[in-house]
Structures are given as structure tokens and as C-alpha cells.
């Protein structure tokens, strides 16, 4: 199979190193589709969300009608290139991608959307030559995904930049907690996340709180989030069974 | 070595099985002291903040004068404690404490103060037959240890439930999410977290943020969370260097 590649960022670098071992893959420039394919079977546009409609408007021209054009987003709808292509689709692994950061292929989960069933299953292959968690999922259920990564995964990522942060300024390391962090996520992957809670705002230990609010008080940004993740803590009602 | 453990919540269950192996460990329940030893080297009191006043003004006639009577809150201040006593310290085990989750405890980071270098030798050798992570801090570096591990452990795993949530509501599952958490954990714990940032607020990808914050307006509680955390993003300068 061949896959033309398109775009050099972190999503499109880890991706052709994914599909290398499986396809004939080839990366390509976004801007100036420099040594692009008319054969590919598969076009993978990875480029910002706000750049794919240009990058779909200028591939127009350059495929088969019998090619896929599928783009990497977990935001853009499905609906923002069909109207351009006869076979496309949504090709998203999500997943934190660090150019540098070496992974585990298999274990990134792929969520696939195709213009017909014929052109999913395409795409469900070759994600499938590539990890072991592959799904479907429409442009709604992919969009309520990677809302749920953000919270998931940057915002939990910056919480640790904060500690690190306040740690570093007080002349402590952020390794003291790298075995909790370790510890923390360990739980989160063996049991419901809402059953591993810990800390003063699930206790409804005030005294420890006020405390805490108080020593952040020269710290207006801290302070903010402190209070209103506390307070979303004390009023949760997560318990979904 | 006699230890006894006054306090049977999550953190006293885990000392006395982790101290188990090296000391001879008596765990004491913490309002009627049942049980506890007159003769004991070191009593941990392991109780909630705001019950550790009431705990040692009970246990001061009945202990010896040369044993340590030690608590193990990151919160308060030895200084709660030291009048009461000829001997006393702290005994801070940095770890998420869940009573059914098995622990590694050499991995737990030990935080030791003593009211005498001597004492304090006492309690990070005790520590040290647990743990390969043993420390010495004051009470202020302490208690800049536990808000830094509200933000890096409670508060995660809060935006864990918030996310586990947002996808069982919509007909998800969390365990669609189980590869991204563990990927975000292990780059955490390889890099310092500001050079693992990903996600659309560190792009500054505001057409994706725009619509992550309009299918947000129906959940004002998750829409306030993503706003500051996404602000908060936008706004760090943390690289430390």
C-alpha cells in the first residue's frame, strides 16, 4: 500500500515512522506538496487544524479519483474535505506526540471515519498494521475524545509543570514526586479513576485547605486553579454505576 | 525497634505493613489508644490534621520519655507537637494512599524531621529500612511538598475523573484514554513536563479552543476548567533554566 504523508509536524513524523514498517510511505512538504505521489492509495493530511482545508484544496488536483484523502485531526470534521474527494475519510491516533519522544506504536489507540464502509475498512487496516486498539468513531464521538484527552493529558501534563515550577522555585525537585506521579497514574489504569481519589478536598479536611489557600495567596495563578479544582472535588458526584 | 501505629486510615494501614517487616509494629486505635505499648521506641501518629492536637495530648502520660512521638501529615508543623514532648518528629510518607492498593513501598519518598538531629537519625533510619527515597525537611519544605503533590496527584487524577465522565456520559469509555495517560506519565517522568506540552493551548490553535469551549457551554463546571487551565497554559514562561 502507499501512503503519502503530509505534513513534518509531531502527529506526521511519529506517523510515517508507524505506517513505515507496513506501507510504502513517503512524506511530503504541506506547503508545496513537493515530491508527492498521483498513485498514492492513501493521502494523510497532518497539519494544523486551520491549514487542512488549504492543504485539501490543493491536493484536489493531484489525486486519483480511486485514492483516499484522510485527515489526522481529532477536531475537524469529516465534513470539511468530503465535499472535495470521492473516497475520504479520518485517520486519528491519539496519542502525545513528542518529536523526540520514541513510542510504542501498537499500544496507540486509532480512531477511523470513512466516507462509505469500503473506505473505513481501508483505513481500519492500515491502522491496524500498526496498533491493536482501532475504532470507529463518527466526527461527534471524535470531537467528545479529544475534549476528554485535553483534560486527560495537557491539562494534567501543565499540573505537573506548575508543581515542578513551585518545587524548583523553593529550591526542592520535582523527582521527589515523580514515584507519586508514577504511583497516581498506576492507579488510574487499575480502577476507576473517581475510586483512587486522595488528598484534603475529597477528605473535606478544611484545615488543611485554608492552609494551603493561604501559603498560595502570593501566588494568584496557583491560587485560582487550587481553588477551583478543590472546589469541583468537594462537589463531585462522579460515581456513574 | 517497636513502633506503634496510632491511626488506622489509609496511610497508618500502609505504615504498619510497610514497617512490618523490619520493626516490631502495633497498630493502635487512635481515639481510645486500646492497645497501645508504654514501652514502644516510636509512635506515629497518623490521623487527620486536625485530630493530631487531640491524639498527643492524650498519648503524653503515656509514654516514656525517651521515645519518639512523631506524626506523619506533609501539612502540619512539628511545632504542633514538639511541647508535648522530649522527643518528637515527622514522618511524612509522600505517596497516594488507597487501602486496598498494593504498594511498592521502597519507592515511596520519606520526608524526616526531628526535634534533634539524634531523633531525626532515628526516624530516617526507620525510614530507610522501608524506602530508597528518604529526605530530611522542615516544615515549610514539607508543606511545599504536599501543595505541590495536590496539584501533581490529586488534582490529576480529578481531571482524569472529569474526563472518565465527559466519555461514559457520551456512550465512551475511559479506557479508549488508558494509552494517552500512561504515555503522559512515562514522558513526565523522562523529561521535565513544560518540554512534554502538548495539546492545542500550547499551539495556540485557537479554532480548535473555540470549539472545545463551545461544546463545553452546556458543562459550566467543565468549560471554567478548560478556560483557566487553557489560559494557564498560554501564559507559562516555566521553563526554569
Known sequence: MKIDVIGRGNVGTHLCKALQGNADVNPVAPRTLDGIRGDADIYLIS?????ISDVAENLKHRVNESSIVAHTSGTTPLSAISPL??????FYPLQT????VELDYIEIPFFIEGSSAEVSNILKEAAKAVSKHVYEADSENRKSLHIASVFACNFVNHLWTLSDKYLTDRGL???MLR???TETCR????????EAQTGPAVRR???TITSHEKSLAENPGYLKIYEMLTHSIMNNSFSHE
Chains 1, 2 share one sequence.
Open 47 to 51: 497539519v494544523s487544524d486551520d491549514a
Open 85 to 90: 474527494f470521492a473516497n475520504s475519510g479520518v
Open 97 to 100: 506526540f513528542s518529536k523526540d
Open 173 to 175: 525537585s520535582f523527582d
Open 179 to 181: 514515584p507519586l506521579i
Open 187 to 194: 492507579k488510574a489504569c487499575r480502577m476507576r479513576p473517581y
Open 205 to 207: 479536611d478544611t484545615v
